[in-house]
């Protein structure tokens, strides 16, 4: 996994609500059987028509707004567990998504794929919405050793939490399975324990 | 200390806990299908590691399948490439797979505990959201990601920091016509689509007591349309029953002895949970959706809500549905009769009983799509393949169809699907596609009718 420590761009606002993973990758596009090429249909039927063509007004596709932070509605990420939403907005360019509320299942995928869901309150949410529509090229500041997004030039600063383990293995590059073999003798033991029940 | 139902399966599940970070839960029983498997796959491949417990894990084919001339061999390209993959990498790490065409066959969530492979008291998991079904016998049932498709291959376990409790209490008698189905869209409208999400839910009060498996793992299904990981409901004596003889079930002695342990599992007296809800039986109707997310849910006989909100507003749009309308008289042409929710045979005989001496509109194209090859057989047995193709409705071969769309079962850009499925996402259905979500007997009486009419006036 790719590591994590401080990042600075500009965002692209999406202020809908309830985004669902079907919304971020339909299932019309689950076939592959690897993670690549994924990025190319996020959000495919609210960035294209029904001819294929580019729909102009929609954030992704419009040149003023660019950079690898999405700035997004309400509990972003619901529905499907299709790990392919976080591979699609990664497979975009993005790299942290920054939402008031992440659905469970989402934000674990996020984490797991070195994508960092960033949970802020309604009002700061608010905040960043109005000072990207004031200014496209708002930079964002985000630092995940002291926890902090900030838009440079702007009062605009908030920490936010995230569980201390995920952030070792973000900041280290490190994934679940590398701690998790580690312990194989443990879970070994527990088998034995517990055959019983099993 | 009391304990919930959830904390007595989860504690014994605990292997280890990290200091200030997550907990190390072992994983009883791990359930694949060919999409959300093939990265998980090549990601043990590439880094050298083995399948650590492959006999704990049980494969099927059932997103990305037809339902239609399953005997021949699939005509997408893509469909049929991933369908191998699956088959390939079950046949070298040693897993079963119950492939397409094979007697058990069928929509993971409702082939695994037809097996008897669900039990009490166990974790189970699988790269799908709707793994919260298998939470109806007792079980931590709950969806996962590829990445954590392969860490359960590596290690049969997860890291994991254990989630709040909640508990949704409806206690009376449903009324006639209100189905398990109406009970959970009832309940995901009042809380909405994220009250549930860092919990796992557990359903109490007389209503679940008195549903059938069926019936319950329609419910435990749509947890996470709440945002809920899983749902589960205590273990008795339907549930007991229900597994009974079941070819992956104990058998003799070891079955008492399962019992007398699953007879352990249910909530003490007096255990506290971080969140409580409790509704009236008698307050719940006939439901019906019509928005673009489950909780945009009203009772059938109910006028569509005003909102100020933005996302709202665009779902209503998207619908082609206003404030303060009825759906009742709503023309519609497809009605869908299948998923995870609503395939088990329970299903089919309430739409076949109202069905039966009726004929479905011609403006209606319907589909009946069994949860599994077994649901499929009992569907002839019972006689009911005669009641539906004498109505007009259409059987079909199984698999999650057109719940998702991933094959060709699609609806057309701009129609209404009255379905039984579990989502009404902007084109969840195919591109365009408008969803109502309703139970089977609200979705047999809309072909029947081609609109939406008020069934609870009709049985009253």
């Known amino acids: ?198 | 200390m009391k304990k919930t139902l959830f904390d007595k399966v989860w504690d014994a599940h605990v292997v280890d806990t990290i200091e200030n970070g997550p907990q190390i839960l072992y994983i009883d029983k791990h359930l694949i299908h060919e999409v959300t498997s093939p990265q998980a796959f090549s990601e043990l491949e590439n880094r050298g590691i083995p399948i650590f417990r492959p006999h704990q894990i049980v494969a099927t084919a059932d997103h990305n399948t037809p339902t239609q001339n399953q005997h021949l061999p699939v005509s997408d390209d893509l469909s049929r490439h991933q369908l191998e993959q699956l088959a390939k990498n079950c046949n070298k790490n040693n897993i079963t797979l119950y492939e397409l065409g094979h007697q058990y066959n069928g929509i993971v969530h409702v082939m695994a505990p037809e097996l008897g492979v669900t039990q009490p008291g166990m974790t189970m998991v699988c790269g799908d959201s709707h793994t919260s079904t298998h939470g109806a016998f007792g079980a931590i049932a709950f969806g996962i990601g590829t990445s954590q498709v392969a860490q359960v291959f590596a290690s049969q376990c997860l890291l994991l920091t254990k989630p709040k409790s909640l508990r949704v209490t409806v206690n009376g008698t449903l009324k006639k016509g209100v189905l398990p189905k109406d009970v959970i869209l009832y309940i995901i409208s009042k809380l909405g689509t994220n009250s549930g999400t860092g919990y796992f839910c557990e359903y109490a009060g007389d209503v679940f007591e008195n549903m059938s498996m069926e019936g319950r793992m329609t419910v435990c299904n749509m947890s996470i349309e709440m945002g809920a990981r899983g749902g589960m409901i205590a273990p008795d004596e339907t549930t007991f029953e229900y597994i009974k003889g079941r070819e992956f079930a104990p058998k003799g002695e070891d079955f008492e002895n399962k019992v007398a342990y699953w007879k352990t599992l249910p909530t003490d007296k007096g255990a506290v949970y971080d969140k409580e809800y409790v509704f009236d039986a008698d307050d719940i109707e006939p439901m019906i959706t019509y928005g673009t997310n489950p909780g945009m849910g009203i009772k059938i006989s109910e006028n569509i809500p005003n909102s100020n909100s933005a996302s709202d507003k665009k779902s209503l749009a998207y619908m082609n549905f206003s404030e303060g309308e009825t759906l009742i008289g709503k023309p519609i042409n497809y009605v869908f009769i299948g998923s995870c929710t609503n395939s088990r045979i329970e299903d089919f005989r309430v739409a076949a009983d109202y069905i039966k001496g009726k004929q479905k509109a011609e403006n209606v194209t319907a589909w009946l799509v069994p949860g599994s090859r077994q649901v499929e057989a009992q569907i002839i047995e019972e006689g009911l393949k005669g009641v539906f193709e004498a109505a007009g409705f259409e059987l079909r071969q199984p698999g999650c169809s057109a719940c998702l769309a991933m094959n060709d079962d699609k609806i057309p850009q701009g129609e209404y699907c009255v379905s039984t499925s579990n989502r009404n996402f902007e084109g969840r259905q195919g591109q365009g596609s408008r969803t109502i979500l309703a139970s089977p007997l609200v979705a047999a009486a809309t072909a029947v009718e081609g609109a939406i009419i008020d069934i609870s006036k009709q049985l009253a």
């Open chain 1, 1 to 198: 996994m790719e590591k994590f420590s401080t990042l600075i761009s500009t965002a692209i606002p999406l202020n809908i609500s309830n985004v669902d993973t079907d919304q971020i990758i339909p299932a019309r596009f689950l076939k592959a059987t690897d993670k690549k090429g994924f990025g190319d249909n996020l959000f495919r039927d609210w960035r294209y028509d029904k001819q294929n063509n580019l729909i102009s007004d929609f954030a992704l596709n419009t040149k003023k707004y660019s950079g690898s932070i999405l700035v997004a509605g309400d509990n972003f990420g619901c529905g499907s567990s299709r790990e392919h939403a976080a591979w699609a907005l990664a497979g975009f360019g993005f790299k942290v998504i920054v939402s008031s509320f992440f659905a469970d299942i989402f934000k674990g995928n996020a984490l797991n794929n070195g994508l960092l869901p960033i949970q802020v309150t309604e009002d700061v949410l608010e905040q960043l919405f109005q000072a990207i529509a004031e200014n496209s090229q708002a930079q964002i500041e985000i630092n995940l050793e002291l926890q902090t997004l900030s838009v440079l030039g702007t009062a605009i600063k908030t920490t936010f939490e995230i569980d201390p383990y995920k952030k070792t293995c973000l900041i280290n590059g490190y994934d679940d399975i590398d701690y998790l073999l580690s312990k194989k003798d443990k879970i070994e033991a527990f088998e034995l324990q517990k055959k019983h029940l099993l």
